[in-house]
């Protein structure tokens, strides 16, 4: 097949300069290359940092329902803080008199060799649960005091020492707080405070006196000092005519706790 000729340019005319390079046009409407506003509404900007924080979420609450997890079974396993039922009646210094009774500070070093409870210098905070405690003889409200599990100087009249179980106002709040994970029982802290619980009475009642406790608002039997505490129970103690109202819950959010 016969090559074809190519037909030659048109001459220049004589003097013409160079010709003009045209200058490119700038493209009319969005860019190929431009980026999708990341604050646009309903753009892809947004999908990441939402993504992150919904991972996040998830990761937060696997590792929360861990540690829950891991807590509760490691005190279900824990041995007793006191391996042996307490006798009340050897226990020294017991508070005989009707309600309110005092913190007990005073007489604290004698009974606690019997309680399984140690005089400590400070708190120790790697195992710290706490319950809250209600007692009502015939519908009043009687108080737990402050200091309960602080050795008090009779001379001083200022705390020697602390205990693992203690409180540290008069709200009812029990502070468990051990250098070890124990299972401590409610008979400790009445045995620290110097006030008998049985399964029948609390204080030194004469005879039964129709005792009636509660744990998270439920009726329950047995002998309420062998109660094992976990993190946050409401406990009722309850004599003769019972309150309006058996509390279930406590606000611990709005004790910081």
């Not at 000729?5 to 290359?33: D, E, F, N």
């Not at 696997?62 to 009340?88: D, E, F, Q």
């Not at 439920?218 to 009722?236: C, F, M, S, Y």
Request: charged letters at 15%; a positive charge.
């Amino acid at each position: 097949m016969a090559k074809k000729v190519r037909t030659p340019k048109p001459p220049r005319p004589a003097g013409a300069g160079q010709r003009p390079v045209q200058a490119p046009k700038k493209r009319s409407g969005p860019s190929r290359t431009a980026k999708v506003p990341t604050s646009s509404v309903g753009g892809r900007g947004y999908f990441w940092p939402i993504a992150a924080v919904v991972v996040g979420l998830i990761i937060v609450g696997s590792v929360l329902g861990i540690v829950l997890t891991r807590s509760s079974t490691s005190l279900a396993k824990a041995p007793l803080a006191l391996n042996k039922p307490i006798s009340w009646k050897d226990l020294p210094a017991m508070q005989t008199g009707p309600p309110p009774w005092n913190n007990g500070g005073t007489t604290l070093s004698l009974r606690l060799p019997s309680l399984g409870l140690n005089q400590l210098g400070q708190e120790q905070l790697a195992f710290h649960i706490h319950q809250h405690l209600d007692i009502f003889i015939e519908g009043k409200p009687v108080k737990v005091p402050q200091a309960i599990g602080f050795g008090i100087d009779p001379q001083t009249g200022k705390p020697a020492y602390i205990t693992e179980l203690h409180t540290h106002n008069a709200l009812g709040i029990v502070h468990v707080e051990s250098a070890q994970t124990l299972r401590y029982q409610l008979g400790q802290f009445f045995g620290e405070w110097g006030v008998r619980l049985t399964r029948t009475c609390i204080g030194n009642f004469k005879g039964g006196c129709g005792l009636q406790w509660y744990l998270n608002g439920k009726r329950q039997t047995g002998d309420p000092a062998k109660l094992v505490l976990k993190n946050h129970e409401e406990i009722a103690i309850v004599v003769g005519k019972p309150p309006k109202t058996i509390p279930s819950t406590f606000d611990w959010s709005a004790n910081g706790i």
